[in-house]
Nanobody
Framework: QVQLVESGGGLVQAGDSLRLSCAAS????????MGWFRQAPGKEREFVAA????????YYADSVKGRFTIFRDNAKNTVYLQMNSLKPEDTAVYYC??????????????????WGQGTQVTVSS
């Protein structure tokens, strides 16, 4: 089992930055990829960013490309989401997730094996 604990959410103004953290514990050797998803009230959960753990390759939703960066600290088994130039439409609960085995597409939340508890990000205009 891999446990995921997120932190770093909060209330910010448009144009501000936030960094989310997701610390993994337990069977961390079984991480193939980590992803960030978000869910706004009344909307479906949507892909934000993903990272293949060993390769380091990254993927982004078009809506956040150029503003958000996903990166990892191997020593801490932690994945981060640096969010810059935040917009009100980025307001959502953000979740990190783990994929334990190979998969080509990392953008479908149904393909992830374990999830963090979520952290609220609110961006005011």
């Amino acid at each position: 089992q891999v446990q995921l604990v997120e932190s770093g959410g909060g209330l910010v103004q448009a144009g501000d930055s936030l960094r989310l953290s997701c610390a993994a514990s337990g069977r961390t050797f079984s991480i193939y990829a980590m992803g960030w998803f978000r869910q706004a009230p009344g909307k479906e959960r949507e892909f934000v960013a993903a990272l293949r753990w060993s390769a380091g390759s990254t993927y982004y939703a078009d809506s956040v490309k150029g503003r958000f960066t996903i990166f990892r600290d191997n020593a801490k088994n932690t994945v981060y989401l640096q969010m810059n130039s935040l917009k009100p439409e980025d307001t959502a609960v953000y979740y990190c997730a783990r994929r334990g085995s190979y998969i080509h597409a990392l953008t479908y939340w149904e393909e992830y094996d374990s999830w963090g508890q979520g952290t609220q990000v609110t961006v005011s205009s």
